[in-house]
């Protein structure tokens, strides 16, 4: 059973840069698209971005100046980084597995992390 | 703001059914996916595709779509189903993932 676990700083300064890493377990990296998803506190679900394990990625337009996803495959992770952080982004982060199928049409995320709390705040 | 519509909150009785809807223009060309979040937990993945079912999902759970609008059923709603459920699909584009604003499930 693949797992995800996300690690990083639970405090981050407004207009410093947040930092996460999701470590894979149980499975590969490989051959898969992996994303970052957040959800501010009582609020929905936004998507970040996703990387391939190859290192080809793709943000979310609103985000994709302040963002960078990055992946080491020697270690079986991918990370993200945002940048010049406001309260805004104080959510709880996910990092999730996505499962492609093109001829059949399906897109979807199978498993995701446990989540983790990022505050912004001096 | 969200390319997917979702009703904020919706109830049922006990063992009763109950339609969850999801609408946008990116469903006339792919299909929605359904994910149950319950509070302080990360979102399960219960119907994706046509109609798929994960392992461990109940088949009380279904999915279903016309045009711009995808539902999810659940029949004989249970205590255990309460939760906010979110829709989400590729985007117009195909490039990119959006969400449904989440619907608040309330069993009674």
């Known amino acids: 059973q693949v797992q995800l676990q996300e690690s990083g700083p639970g405090l981050v300064k407004p207009s410093e840069t947040l930092s996460l890493t999701c470590t894979v377990s149980?499975?590969?990296?490989?051959?898969?698209?992996w994303s970052w998803i957040r959800q501010p506190p009582g609020k929905g679900l936004e998507w970040i971005g996703y990387?391939?394990?190859?290192?080809?990625?793709n943000y979310n337009p609103s985000l994709k100046s302040r963002v960078t996803i990055s992946v080491d495959t020697s270690k079986n992770q991918f990370s993200l980084k945002l940048s010049s952080v406001t309260a805004a982004d104080t959510a709880v982060y996910y990092c999730?597995?996505?499962?492609?199928?093109?001829?059949?049409?399906?897109?979807?995320?199978?498993?995701w992390g446990q989540g983790t709390l990022v505050t912004v705040s001096s | 703001s969200s390319e997917l519509t979702q009703d904020p909150a919706v109830s049922v009785a006990l063992g009763q059914t109950v339609r969850i809807t999801c609408q946008g223009d990116?469903?006339?060309?792919?299909?929605a996916t359904w994910y149950q979040q319950k509070p302080g937990q990360a979102p399960v993945l219960v119907i994706y595709?046509?109609?798929n079912r994960p392992s461990g999902i109940p088949d009380r759970f279904s999915g279903s779509s016309s045009g711009n609008t995808a539902s999810l059923t659940i029949t004989g709603a249970q205590a255990e189903d309460e939760a906010d459920y979110y829709c989400?699909?590729?985007?117009?584009?195909?490039?990119?993932?959006?969400f449904g604003g989440g619907t608040k499930l309330t069993v009674l």
């Open positions: 999730a597995r996505e499962r492609r199928d093109d001829i059949r049409g399906l897109y979807y995320f199978d498993f």
């Open positions: 990387i391939y394990y190859s290192g080809s990625t």
């Open positions: 149980g499975g590969s990296i490989s051959s898969y698209y």
């Open positions: 595709g046509k109609n």
């Open positions: 990116s469903l006339k060309n792919y299909y």
């Open positions: 989400n699909s590729r985007d117009s584009s195909g490039n990119h993932w959006v």
